[in-house]
Antibody
Framework: EVQLVESGGGLVQPGGSLRLSCAAS????????MSWVRQAPGKGLEWVAD????????YYVVSVKGRFTISRDNAKNSLYLQVNSLRAEDTAVYYC???????????????WGQGTLVTVSS | EIVLTQSPATLSLSPGERATLSCRAS??????LAWYQQKPGQAPRLLIF???NRATGIPARFSGSGSGTDFTLTISSLEPEDFALYYC?????????FGGGAKVEIK
């Protein structure tokens, strides 16, 4: 069974930093693109970042470029999101998701974690 | 950035009725479009990928259609558990984007 478990969220002051983690199990982690998606309270879904299988390709939504860094450790079956210079508008539940892409075919974000809440407030 | 516009924002229907949700892209996304269902307090669940393919375990009452810029998610006969939020998403171009969501509520 595919499982994704996020951790690392919490309350942080504006300008602060956190490192979010996503522990993956039940599949060959190193074979998949992975993604972070966030959802502000009462709002819709927003894609944040994506990383390919070996970490050589990374993509970000414009609003987090230069502040957030996606990375992975295939030996530990783990995905990370380093979030720096946090703003109030970054307050959200952060989900990791498996981005099931193979060559030119896309099978959707087919597995999601339960999310970890990041609250940015003084 | 490709903007996905979902309509209507809210659909009020009764169990057993047919639901039709629309997702329009600001430029062609070919068939790189997916649909998700989200219930309160839960993570999203993949329903449809590649515009028209049901994900594993998704009931046949859910179907997707369209290509290019206009897409539709149809629920042929609403079950009580189908009242939820629905999002479309494209993976044709970076940045990836989601639609604003559509709520299917009980009339």
């Amino acid at each position: 069974e595919v499982q994704l478990v996020e951790s690392g969220g919490g309350l942080v002051q504006p300008g602060g930093s956190l490192r979010l983690s996503c522990a993956a199990s039940g599949f060959t982690f190193s074979s998949y693109w992975m993604s972070w998606v966030r959802q502000a309270p009462g709002k819709g879904l927003e894609w944040v970042a994506d990383i390919n299988q070996d970490g050589s390709e990374k993509y970000y939504v414009v609003s987090v470029k230069g502040r957030f860094t996606i990375s992975r450790d295939n030996a530990k079956n783990s995905l990370y999101l380093q979030v720096n210079s946090l703003r109030a508008e970054d307050t959200a539940v952060y989900y990791c998701a498996r981005d099931n892409t193979y060559t030119s075919s896309w099978y959707g974000f087919d597995s999601w974690g339960q999310g970890t809440l990041v609250t940015v407030s003084s | 950035e490709i903007v996905l516009t979902q309509s209507p924002a809210t659909l009020s229907l009764s169990p057993g009725e047919r639901a039709t949700l629309s997702c329009r892209a600001s430029q062609s996304v070919s068939s790189y479009l997916a649909w998700y269902q989200q219930k309160p307090g839960q993570a999203p669940r993949l329903l449809i990928f590649d515009a028209s393919n049901r994900a594993t375990g998704i009931p046949a009452r859910f179907s997707g259609s369209g290509s290019g810029t206009d897409f539709t998610l149809t629920i042929s006969s609403l079950e009580p558990e189908d009242f939820a939020l629905y999002y479309c998403q494209q993976r044709s171009n970076w940045p990836l984007t989601f639609g604003g969501g559509a709520k299917v509520e009980i009339k």
